[in-house]
């Protein structure tokens, strides 16, 4: 272990994300979310959607484009077989006046000599400030590469702005695209370093906090071979997920320093995906999602959204309800959504995700490969998931309600009654 790491840990004490934690990982009434059906009509059937983010101002609220809110996802043709998608993953736009009927506006960048960096570029989260978008993204593999590498960087292109006329919505370059941020190898594991699953060095996510600037991204802590970590256990070793975070030292959202992880998860989880946080009453709630398949070895977790809390953005994080366990899917449809997003609603949290596979109910996600293609094809959702609805209440959440499919209220925007609220009307058994 280095000095770095070292005084870091010192100071910040264990990975805030602990094997008894997750230990405690079991789907309840309050973390469950109902089954899924297809919509009548997807987002656009010439696309798969998957991970879906706001364009936001610097203070995190949604961008208002002249009564347009604006979100971006990764995107492939609705042909390709969908466990391909990753591979040519392309970030493009969709914008609404209603927040329920999402237009496509296109691919946000073009793609030349010029254009982004990696040859596909996966999650990231979007800024509108004085009038340009700067457009965070993970740089996969190298641009123009014959054979897909799987090296990740963080970047971002900047300059682009919108206009919006009586056909609808339009976001323009030119672009200028920098990478922000590559793995040091102290803090955060390089590609060379890494032991077991694929590295993870991705999505960056913009976040400002009592005015300083900064990234959070999903990364992994370097564990060297023969390390006491885990009680020595070379195979729980290998999985290493943490949540890591860059600070801008002047504000400028196109440079940004490396900062020791705000939570790990060694010998628990491999991969801590697309965190962002949610800040209400002087808390502070770190999102992520996270794979059935990449807990370690003797925990059993989900697909599922695990959170966060702590009273200050360093830490330490407290795992909400216990075990960290916020929203997952149903038993008998295990991987109906991935890749969720919280934000703030009023006493609520609105959650929107990605309609991943239903009509799949194996224990695996890696068994939609022994399915024919036509069927691949069929139980991928490819779209907005319905949103759903959370009351939070200090360490505690719980599932009240959903919302249609990709159906994305502003945070000002009432909603009806939910379950939750309907049921705590009804009177006592023994008041009828
Ligand atoms: C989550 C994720 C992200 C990544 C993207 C690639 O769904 O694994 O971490 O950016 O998918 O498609």
């Given at each position: 272990?280095?000095?770095?790491?070292?005084?870091?840990?010192?100071?910040?004490?264990?990975?805030?994300?602990t094997r008894e934690h997750a230990a405690a990982i079991e789907r309840t009434d309050d973390t469950v979310a109902p089954i899924?059906?297809?919509?009548?009509?997807?987002?656009?059937?010439?696309?798969?959607?998957?991970?879906?983010?706001?364009?936001?101002?610097?203070?995190?609220?949604?961008?208002?484009?002249?009564?347009?809110?604006?979100?971006?996802?990764?995107?492939?043709?609705?042909?390709?077989?969908?466990?391909?998608?990753?591979?040519?993953?392309?970030?493009?736009?969709?914008?609404?006046?209603?927040?329920?009927?999402?237009?496509?506006?296109?691919?946000?960048?073009?793609?030349?000599?010029?254009?982004?960096?990696?040859?596909?570029?996966?999650?990231?989260?979007?800024?509108?400030?004085?009038?340009?978008?700067?457009?965070?993204?993970?740089?996969?593999?190298?641009?123009?590469?014959?054979?897909?590498?799987?090296?990740?960087?963080?970047?971002?292109?900047?300059?682009?702005?919108?206009?919006?006329?009586?056909?609808?919505?339009?976001?323009?370059?030119?672009?200028?695209?920098?990478?922000?941020?590559?793995?040091?190898?102290?803090?955060?594991?390089?590609?060379?370093?890494?032991?077991?699953?694929?590295?993870?060095?991705?999505?960056?996510?913009?976040?400002?906090?009592?005015?300083?600037?900064?990234?959070?991204?999903?990364?992994?802590?370097?564990?060297?071979?023969?390390?006491?970590?885990?009680?020595?256990?070379?195979?729980?070793?290998?999985?290493?997920?943490?949540?890591?975070?860059?600070?801008?030292?002047?504000?400028?959202?196109?440079?940004?320093?490396?900062?020791?992880?705000?939570?790990?998860?060694?010998?628990?989880?491999?991969?801590?995906?697309?965190?962002?946080?949610?800040?209400?009453?002087?808390?502070?709630?770190?999102?992520?999602?996270?794979?059935?398949?990449?807990?370690?070895?003797?925990?059993?977790?989900?697909?599922?959204?695990?959170?966060?809390?702590?009273?200050?953005?360093?830490?330490?994080?407290?795992?909400?309800?216990?075990?960290?366990?916020?929203?997952?899917?149903?038993?008998?449809?295990?991987?109906?959504?991935?890749?969720?997003?919280?934000?703030?609603?009023?006493?609520?949290?609105?959650?929107?995700?990605?309609?991943?596979?239903?009509?799949?109910?194996?224990?695996?996600?890696?068994?939609?490969?022994?399915?024919?293609?036509?069927?691949?094809?069929?139980?991928?959702?490819?779209?907005?998931?319905?949103?759903?609805?959370?009351?939070?209440?200090?360490?505690?959440?719980?599932?009240?309600?959903?919302?249609?499919?990709?159906?994305?209220?502003?945070?000002?925007?009432?909603?009806?009654?939910?379950?939750?609220?309907?049921?705590?009307?009804?009177?006592?058994?023994?008041?009828?």
């Amino acid at each position: 272990m280095n000095e770095r790491t070292r005084e870091f840990e010192a100071k910040n004490g264990p990975p805030a994300w602990t094997r008894e934690h997750a230990a405690a990982i079991e789907r309840t009434d309050d973390t469950v979310a109902p089954i899924i059906y297809p919509p009548e009509a997807p987002v656009d059937s010439d696309l798969h959607i998957w991970d879906t983010w706001f364009l936001r101002e610097r203070d995190g609220s949604i961008a208002d484009i002249d009564g347009y809110r604006i979100v971006f996802a990764l995107s492939s043709s609705s042909e390709l077989l969908p466990g391909k998608r990753h591979d040519v993953a392309t970030i493009r736009y969709f914008y609404s006046r209603d927040g329920e009927n999402w237009k496509t506006g296109g691919s946000i960048f073009d793609v030349d000599e010029k254009g982004p960096l990696g040859s596909r570029q996966w999650a990231g989260s979007a800024l509108y400030d004085q009038g340009t978008i700067y457009a965070y993204y993970t740089a996969s593999g190298a641009r123009g590469e014959e054979a897909l590498t799987y090296t990740q960087r963080l970047a971002v292109g900047h300059g682009g702005t919108v206009e919006t006329d009586e056909d609808g919505l339009r976001i323009e370059g030119p672009w200028t695209h920098e990478v922000l941020l590559e793995p040091d190898g102290e803090f955060y594991e390089t590609e060379s370093q890494s032991r077991g699953m694929i590295y993870t060095f991705r999505d960056p996510w913009f976040f400002e906090d009592e005015g300083t600037t900064y990234l959070l991204f999903e990364a992994n802590t370097p564990v060297p071979e023969g390390s006491d970590a885990c009680g020595g256990d070379a195979a729980q070793q290998e999985f290493n997920g943490s949540v890591g975070i860059a600070e801008s030292p002047t504000g400028n959202p196109t440079e940004f320093e490396l900062r020791p992880p705000l939570l790990d998860a060694v010998c628990v989880n491999q991969e801590l995906e697309r965190p962002h946080v949610v800040r209400r009453d002087g808390c502070y709630y770190l999102f992520i999602s996270s794979h059935d398949h990449t807990f370690t070895p003797g925990l059993d977790g989900y697909d599922a959204l695990y959170g966060f809390v702590a009273d200050s953005l360093r830490g330490e994080y407290e795992p909400l309800n216990a075990s960290g366990l916020v929203l997952t899917n149903p038993s008998n449809a295990p991987f109906q959504a991935y890749s969720w997003l919280a934000y703030d609603h009023g006493d609520e949290l609105l959650v929107t995700s990605f309609f991943n596979y239903f009509e799949f109910d194996r224990p695996s996600l890696d068994e939609v490969a022994v399915l024919p293609e036509a069927e691949q094809l069929r139980r991928f959702g490819g779209t907005l998931a319905p949103t759903v609805r959370i009351r939070l209440d200090g360490n505690r959440t719980k599932v009240v309600g959903t919302l249609g499919h990709g159906h994305l209220p502003l945070p000002d925007e009432e909603l009806p009654e939910s379950w939750w609220e309907r049921c705590e009307k009804l009177p006592d058994e023994g008041e009828y």
